[in-house]
T-cell receptor, first 113, second 119 residues
Framework: NAGVTQTPKFQVLKTGQSMTLQCAQDMNHEYMSWYRQDPGMGLRLIHYSVGAGITDQGEVPNGYNVSRSTTEDFPLRLLSAAPSQTSVYFC????????????FGQGTRLTVV | AQKITQTQPGMFVQEKEAVTLDCTYDTSDQSYGLFWYKQPSSGEMIFLIYQGSYDEQNATEGRYSLNFQKARKSANLVISASQLGDSAMYFCAMREGRAGGTSYGKLTFGQGTILTVHP
């Protein structure tokens, strides 16, 4: 069981470039989400999805797009990278509900220069 | 207002001693879940323990226990018999939301506490 797989693990972008962070889970989880982790800020929710075809914004959605065409995949797109988007990004999945433990990917360390 | 507050940016403990990491939360929902995650220096997020808002007993998982005080809205993590491998960042998190709503199950994190275990 692979769990939550994130790619790539490291990425350097130039300002203005676009890219997609990939996230896939094989646990048939309804709920998937993207977080960014910055020093002293904890993990902040970017976007989340409660099922295929349904997405919504989290706390810090600006500059990011998501889509959920399948239960398994939840890619995060950076449309025009900015230095403020330098961060560590985590994808997580879980069953939906307040008792559900979230399973995390290994994270992507993104640097925008 | 912060939904999850961890007031201790850093904590130090001697090996084999117990340590308490503080977490307070804010919600108007009756049904919610509280979680603790560990993030070692390698970066992965490791689930430690869960407490439901309706659970009458404090949750325990091996050396981890959660001191849940609902009236005070606190969910402190207690690590007994600390080990050098416990040195890591620890996050408190909460899931809330009304069943059936689109935000049901959203997970909110605190800022984290860095725990250092000294030999």
């Amino acid at each position: 069981n692979a769990g939550v797989t994130q790619t790539p693990k490291f990425q350097v972008l130039k300002t203005g470039q676009s890219m997609t962070l990939q996230c896939a889970q094989d646990m048939n989880h309804e709920y998937m989400s993207w977080y960014r982790q910055d020093p002293g800020m904890g993990l902040r929710l970017i976007h989340y999805s409660v099922g295929a075809g349904i997405t919504d914004q989290g706390e810090v959605p600006n500059g990011y797009n998501v889509s959920r065409s399948t239960t398994e995949d939840f890619p995060l797109r950076l449309l025009s990278a900015a230095p403020s988007q330098t961060s560590v990004y985590f994808c997580a999945s879980s069953l939906r509900g307040n008792t559900a433990e979230a399973f995390f990917g290994q994270g992507t360390r993104l640097t925008v220069v | 207002a912060q939904k999850i507050t961890q007031t201790q940016p850093g904590m130090f403990v001697q090996e084999k001693e117990a340590v308490t990491l503080d977490c307070t939360y804010d919600t108007s929902d009756q049904s919610y879940g509280l979680f603790w995650y560990k993030q070692p220096s390698s970066g992965e997020m490791i689930f430690l323990i869960y407490q439901g808002s309706y659970d009458e007993q404090n949750a325990t998982e091996g050396r981890y226990s959660l001191n849940f005080q609902k009236a005070r809205k606190s969910a402190n993590l207690v690590i007994s018999a600390s080990q050098l491998g416990d040195s890591a960042m620890y996050f408190c998190a909460m899931r809330e939301g009304r069943a059936g709503g689109t935000s049901y199950g959203k997970l909110t994190f605190g800022q984290g506490t860095i725990l250092t275990v000294h030999p």
